[in-house]
């Protein structure tokens, strides 16, 4: 069974890292000019073999079951439906060994992935950045300040802290219970945020705005950062103000021109305007007619005119 000290690991660890995408790459990097020993990576595809040799420059390429041999922290950077077979194996074929540390960088996956290496004794921590990565060197500036959503053990506390010190971030507990519900946020609001505005530079483009980025990015960036300040009473636009015609004008619209878009045009609008009646901003009977609108527009019978007119 793992070890019950809470002692951190002294001086530098040997880590090797499987699945040099993204994530991984990058960690490596900054794990290195922390003062540790990158002894091997893995990473299959010429993307990966790439970022190995610019992010983490001479170090050896080799199976992911001579790399977990050959350091004393395995970081896993692996997909996460791929998680589950590759501690299985690793385990399996013995590469994982007792008091060596395992960590994983999924948001979904907590401790119980990792059970395989923990039945043979191995250090079980699950360490999540909350960013977004380009796989290159634009992101080590960026790790400062990142927050990590860390699962871990009594006995692994204290190694999940000084790595993410060390990575210059900031450590939130995550249950392993709550690992889900913690990534579902994350990829709400960052992975659909991306959708949403490719949406909207798509809409701005078709009436006509040459440079839909720009004409957004001051509008975007105060509505984040109000959103983050005060949630929902940061809402603001037609659905706040019960316009209903606003509404209406712009489903026929969309439906026209993007009707790609409509769905989460719909969506979102149905999202909004239940938060706003619920915080007492808007009229439950001006609501309605919103809502009526809405149906009009997935309703297969208005699709003469998605408005409902």
């Known amino acids: 069974m793992p070890s019950s000290s809470n002692a951190p690991a002294r001086g530098p660890l040997r880590i090797g890292v499987i699945g040099a995408g993204r994530v991984g790459a990058v960690l490596g990097a900054a794990l290195r000019s922390s003062g540790h020993d990158i002894v091997a990576a893995a990473g299959e595809s010429d993307a990966s ?15 992911p079951s ?6 004393d922290l ?10 589950p077979n590759v501690v299985s194996v690793l385990a399996a074929s013995g590469a994982i060994r007792e008091g060596q540390y395992v960590v994983h960088t999924s948001g979904r996956h907590g401790l119980g992935v990792l059970a395989p290496a923990a039945a043979v004794g191995a250090r079980p921590l699950a360490v999540h950045p909350a960013m ?6 634009i992101d080590l500036p960026r790790l400062p300040g990142c927050v990590y959503g860390v699962t871990a053990g009594p006995g692994e506390k ?3 802290e000084q790595l993410v010190t060390e990575l210059g971030g900031r450590a939130v507990w995550v249950p392993e219970e709550l690992r889900a519900v913690y990534h579902a946020g994350l990829a709400h609001g960052a992975n659909h945020l ?3 505005v490719s949406e909207a530079m798509e809409l701005l483009a078709a009436s006509g705005v040459d440079q839909p980025a720009d004409t957004l990015r001051p ?18 636009g037609p659905i706040v103000r019960g316009d209903v015609e606003t509404v209406r004008d712009h489903l026929a619209e969309v439906a026209a021109t993007a009707p790609d878009t409509l769905p989460s045009y719909v969506a979102m609008a149905r999202a909004t305007l239940d938060r706003v009646v619920t915080d007492g901003r808007l009229l439950p009977i001006r609501a309605a007619k919103i809502r009526r609108v809405l149906d009009a527009a997935e309703s297969p019978t208005a699709a003469g005119d ?3 007119r």
């Open 219 to 236: 509008l975007l960036e105060a509505a984040l950062d109000n959103a983050l300040a005060q949630g929902d009473a940061a809402l603001t």
């Open 158 to 160: 204290a190694l999940a």
């Open 306 to 308: 998605p408005a409902g």
């Open 132 to 137: 977004t990565f380009t796989g290159t060197d």
């Open 66 to 71: 001579a790399v977990a041999r050959a350091c």
């Open 49 to 63: 073999r790439g970022r190995i040799s610019s992010l983490l420059p001479g170090t050896p390429v080799d199976k």
């Open 194 to 196: 991306v959708t949403l």
């Open 74 to 83: 395995l970081l896993l950077t692996v997909p996460d439906d791929m998680l």
